[in-house]
Protein backbone atom coordinates (compact mmCIF):
# COMPACT_ATOMS: atom_id res chain seq x y z
CA UNK A 1 0.00 0.00 0.00
CA UNK A 2 1.33 3.78 -1.16
CA UNK A 3 1.77 6.08 1.60
CA UNK A 4 0.93 9.76 0.91
CA UNK A 5 3.73 11.92 1.06
CA UNK A 6 1.33 13.99 3.81
CA UNK A 7 1.61 11.01 5.87
CA UNK A 8 4.95 10.34 5.98
CA UNK A 9 7.14 11.69 9.41
CA UNK A 10 9.69 14.03 8.07
CA UNK A 11 13.41 13.24 8.77
CA UNK A 12 14.79 14.27 11.79
CA UNK A 13 17.80 17.10 10.98
CA UNK A 14 21.14 16.45 13.51
CA UNK A 15 21.13 20.08 15.65
CA UNK A 16 23.59 22.64 14.18
CA UNK A 17 26.22 24.15 16.00
CA UNK A 18 23.98 27.54 16.36
CA UNK A 19 21.13 25.47 17.67
CA UNK A 20 23.54 23.31 20.31
CA UNK A 21 25.18 27.34 21.12
CA UNK A 22 21.46 28.96 21.66
CA UNK A 23 20.35 25.78 24.10
CA UNK A 24 23.91 26.80 26.30
CA UNK A 25 22.68 30.04 26.44
CA UNK A 26 19.17 29.02 27.63
CA UNK A 27 20.78 27.01 30.25
CA UNK A 28 23.04 29.63 31.39
CA UNK A 29 20.12 31.87 31.42
CA UNK A 30 18.50 29.39 32.93
CA UNK A 31 21.02 29.25 35.67
CA UNK A 32 21.41 32.91 36.24
CA UNK A 33 18.26 33.65 37.08
CA UNK A 34 18.12 30.60 39.58
CA UNK A 35 21.17 31.97 41.48
CA UNK A 36 19.83 35.51 41.31
CA UNK A 37 16.89 33.89 43.05
CA UNK A 38 18.62 32.35 45.17
CA UNK A 39 20.22 35.42 46.13
CA UNK A 40 17.50 37.43 47.10
CA UNK A 41 16.21 34.84 49.26
CA UNK A 42 19.39 34.77 51.19
CA UNK A 43 19.81 38.81 50.94
CA UNK A 44 15.84 38.75 52.68
CA UNK A 45 16.99 36.14 55.37
CA UNK A 46 20.18 37.89 56.22
CA UNK A 47 18.32 41.44 56.28
CA UNK A 48 15.93 39.77 58.73
CA UNK A 49 18.48 38.22 61.05
CA UNK A 50 20.89 41.39 61.44
CA UNK A 51 18.49 43.90 61.60
CA UNK A 52 18.02 43.34 65.44
CA UNK A 53 21.14 42.86 66.69
CA UNK A 54 21.57 46.43 64.59
CA UNK A 55 19.28 47.98 66.58
CA UNK A 56 20.94 46.45 70.24
CA UNK A 57 24.23 48.08 69.04
CA UNK A 58 23.13 51.18 67.73
CA UNK A 59 21.11 51.68 71.22
CA UNK A 60 24.65 50.47 73.69
CA UNK A 61 26.47 53.21 71.25
CA UNK A 62 23.71 56.18 72.00
CA UNK A 63 24.41 55.29 76.12
CA UNK A 64 28.08 55.22 75.79
CA UNK A 65 28.72 58.46 73.95
CA UNK A 66 26.12 60.07 75.68
CA UNK A 67 27.82 59.44 79.24
CA UNK A 68 29.03 62.66 81.06
CA UNK A 69 32.50 61.53 81.55
CA UNK A 70 33.19 60.37 77.61
CA UNK A 71 35.91 62.07 76.01
CA UNK A 72 35.61 63.77 72.84
CA UNK A 73 37.58 62.08 70.21
CA UNK A 74 35.69 58.55 71.78
CA UNK A 75 32.47 60.76 71.50
CA UNK A 76 32.81 61.49 67.86
CA UNK A 77 34.23 57.75 66.76
CA UNK A 78 31.17 56.76 68.48
CA UNK A 79 29.00 59.32 66.38
CA UNK A 80 31.17 57.67 63.15
CA UNK A 81 30.19 54.40 64.15
CA UNK A 82 26.42 55.23 64.87
CA UNK A 83 26.11 56.53 61.62
CA UNK A 84 27.45 53.51 59.74
CA UNK A 85 25.04 51.81 61.82
CA UNK A 86 22.16 53.83 60.44
CA UNK A 87 23.28 53.51 57.09
CA UNK A 88 22.80 49.44 57.24
CA UNK A 89 20.20 49.57 59.07
CA UNK A 90 18.74 51.23 56.07
CA UNK A 91 19.91 48.83 53.93
CA UNK A 92 18.21 45.97 55.40
CA UNK A 93 15.34 47.58 55.39
CA UNK A 94 15.21 48.31 51.86
CA UNK A 95 15.98 44.59 51.39
CA UNK A 96 13.19 43.50 53.61
CA UNK A 97 10.53 45.64 51.53
CA UNK A 98 11.81 43.89 48.49
CA UNK A 99 15.51 45.04 46.90
CA UNK A 100 15.08 48.16 44.66
CA UNK A 101 12.84 49.88 46.44
CA UNK A 102 13.77 53.51 46.47
CA UNK A 103 12.41 55.23 49.75
CA UNK A 104 12.47 58.66 50.37
CA UNK A 105 14.81 60.49 47.47
CA UNK A 106 16.84 63.52 48.44
CA UNK A 107 19.62 65.62 46.93
CA UNK A 108 22.81 64.54 46.89
CA UNK A 109 26.22 65.68 47.47
CA UNK A 110 29.14 63.46 45.75
CA UNK A 111 32.26 65.36 47.23
CA UNK A 112 30.36 65.00 50.55
CA UNK A 113 29.81 61.29 50.43
CA UNK A 114 33.38 61.07 48.97
CA UNK A 115 34.81 62.45 52.13
CA UNK A 116 32.50 60.28 54.61
CA UNK A 117 33.83 57.27 52.72
CA UNK A 118 37.60 58.56 53.31
CA UNK A 119 36.82 58.91 57.06
CA UNK A 120 35.75 55.07 57.01
CA UNK A 121 39.17 54.07 55.75
CA UNK A 122 41.28 56.84 56.75
CA UNK A 123 43.33 54.13 59.14
CA UNK A 124 43.86 51.84 56.11
CA UNK A 125 44.93 54.60 53.85
CA UNK A 126 47.57 55.97 56.63
CA UNK A 127 48.68 52.33 57.21
CA UNK A 128 49.44 51.12 53.77
CA UNK A 129 51.05 54.77 53.04
CA UNK A 130 47.97 55.27 49.99
CA UNK A 131 48.56 58.89 48.86
CA UNK A 132 44.49 60.67 48.02
CA UNK A 133 44.51 62.87 45.28
CA UNK A 134 40.86 65.21 45.07
CA UNK A 135 39.26 67.00 42.40
CA UNK A 136 36.11 68.26 43.28
CA UNK A 137 35.63 70.93 39.99
CA UNK A 138 31.63 69.98 41.10
CA UNK A 139 30.30 70.84 44.22
CA UNK A 140 27.06 72.00 43.25
CA UNK A 141 25.90 69.42 41.07
CA UNK A 142 23.45 67.44 43.18
CA UNK A 143 21.79 64.08 42.27
CA UNK A 144 18.50 63.00 43.63
CA UNK A 145 19.23 59.44 45.02
CA UNK A 146 19.59 57.44 48.78
CA UNK A 147 22.48 58.67 50.16
CA UNK A 148 23.08 55.55 51.85
CA UNK A 149 23.00 53.88 47.84
CA UNK A 150 25.64 56.63 46.98
CA UNK A 151 27.49 55.77 49.58
CA UNK A 152 27.21 52.09 49.57
CA UNK A 153 28.80 52.62 45.74
CA UNK A 154 31.91 54.65 46.86
CA UNK A 155 32.73 52.51 49.50
CA UNK A 156 32.50 49.42 47.28
CA UNK A 157 34.71 51.30 44.49
CA UNK A 158 37.52 52.79 46.91
CA UNK A 159 37.51 49.24 48.88
CA UNK A 160 38.38 47.59 45.19
CA UNK A 161 40.91 49.96 44.71
CA UNK A 162 42.93 49.81 48.09
CA UNK A 163 42.75 45.76 47.37
CA UNK A 164 44.20 46.01 43.92
CA UNK A 165 47.41 48.70 45.16
CA UNK A 166 47.72 45.99 48.35
CA UNK A 167 50.20 49.29 49.70
CA UNK A 168 51.30 52.01 48.32
CA UNK A 169 50.13 53.72 45.96
CA UNK A 170 47.42 56.61 44.44
CA UNK A 171 43.95 56.60 44.80
CA UNK A 172 42.54 59.79 42.53
CA UNK A 173 38.85 60.92 43.00
CA UNK A 174 37.47 63.43 40.82
CA UNK A 175 33.89 64.91 40.26
CA UNK A 176 33.36 66.84 37.55
CA UNK A 177 29.72 67.99 35.56
CA UNK A 178 29.26 66.34 31.66
CA UNK A 179 26.81 67.37 29.12
CA UNK A 180 25.46 64.94 27.08
CA UNK A 181 22.59 65.25 24.50
CA UNK A 182 22.01 68.51 26.51
CA UNK A 183 21.46 66.45 29.64
CA UNK A 184 23.56 67.45 32.90
CA UNK A 185 25.53 64.34 35.02
CA UNK A 186 27.56 64.35 37.83
CA UNK A 187 30.31 62.21 36.80
CA UNK A 188 32.40 60.82 39.57
CA UNK A 189 35.76 59.27 38.95
CA UNK A 190 38.02 56.33 41.19
CA UNK A 191 41.35 55.83 39.72
CA UNK A 192 43.86 53.14 41.31
CA UNK A 193 47.57 52.75 40.68
CA UNK A 194 47.39 48.61 41.34
CA UNK A 195 48.00 45.75 39.93
CA UNK A 196 44.76 46.42 37.22
CA UNK A 197 41.73 44.22 35.95
CA UNK A 198 43.31 40.72 33.71
CA UNK A 199 41.81 40.84 29.91
CA UNK A 200 40.25 37.31 30.64
CA UNK A 201 38.52 38.68 33.96
CA UNK A 202 37.03 42.37 31.98
CA UNK A 203 34.06 40.86 30.38
CA UNK A 204 32.90 39.21 34.39
CA UNK A 205 33.67 41.88 35.98
CA UNK A 206 30.06 42.95 36.83
CA UNK A 207 28.79 39.50 36.93
CA UNK A 208 27.19 38.32 40.75
CA UNK A 209 29.77 36.10 42.44
CA UNK A 210 32.73 36.75 40.31
CA UNK A 211 36.05 37.99 42.19
CA UNK A 212 39.40 38.53 41.45
CA UNK A 213 40.73 39.43 44.76
CA UNK A 214 43.05 37.11 45.93
CA UNK A 215 41.83 37.34 49.86
CA UNK A 216 38.42 36.04 48.99
CA UNK A 217 35.46 38.19 47.94
CA UNK A 218 31.48 37.67 47.87
CA UNK A 219 31.88 39.04 43.93
CA UNK A 220 28.92 41.07 45.03
CA UNK A 221 30.42 44.70 44.99
CA UNK A 222 30.80 45.78 41.60
CA UNK A 223 27.85 43.60 40.58
CA UNK A 224 25.22 45.48 43.60
CA UNK A 225 27.14 49.21 42.71
CA UNK A 226 26.01 48.74 38.64
CA UNK A 227 22.52 47.73 39.73
CA UNK A 228 22.08 50.78 41.73
CA UNK A 229 23.53 53.03 39.70
CA UNK A 230 21.61 52.28 36.69
CA UNK A 231 18.37 52.07 38.82
CA UNK A 232 19.01 56.05 38.95
CA UNK A 233 19.24 56.46 35.45
CA UNK A 234 23.05 55.92 35.26
CA UNK A 235 25.68 54.23 33.88
CA UNK A 236 29.10 52.51 35.88
CA UNK A 237 31.97 51.65 33.72
CA UNK A 238 35.76 51.05 33.71
CA UNK A 239 39.08 50.73 32.16
CA UNK A 240 42.01 49.26 33.24
CA UNK A 241 45.47 48.38 32.50
CA UNK A 242 48.01 45.49 33.67
CA UNK A 243 51.57 47.47 32.53
CA UNK A 244 52.80 50.47 31.25
CA UNK A 245 52.43 54.29 32.60
CA UNK A 246 49.00 53.89 32.99
CA UNK A 247 48.63 50.58 35.12
CA UNK A 248 45.76 50.64 37.13
CA UNK A 249 42.13 51.06 36.81
CA UNK A 250 39.83 53.55 37.03
CA UNK A 251 35.97 53.06 37.51
CA UNK A 252 33.32 55.89 35.54
CA UNK A 253 29.99 56.66 37.21
CA UNK A 254 27.30 58.94 35.38
CA UNK A 255 24.78 60.30 37.46
CA UNK A 256 21.82 62.40 36.30
CA UNK A 257 22.50 66.04 37.64
CA UNK A 258 18.64 68.21 38.96
CA UNK A 259 19.30 71.98 39.54
Not at 121 to 135: D, T
Request: aromatic residues 6%; proline residues 5%; charged residues 25%.
Amino acid sequence: MSTRPEDRTPDLEPFSKADLAAEEKVQEALIRGEKLANLGRLASTIAHEINNPVFAVMNLLYLAKNQPDCPPPVKEDLTKAEAELTRLSQLTQKTLLSFGEHGNLGLVSIPAILEETLDLFESRLMVNGVKVEKQYLSNNTPVLALSADIKQVCCSLIWNSLDAMAGVGRLKLRVVERSVRGERFARVIVADSGRGIEPSARLHIFGPFFTTKESGGSGLGLWSSRLLIERYGGSLRFRSSTTGERKGTTFIVDLPAVD
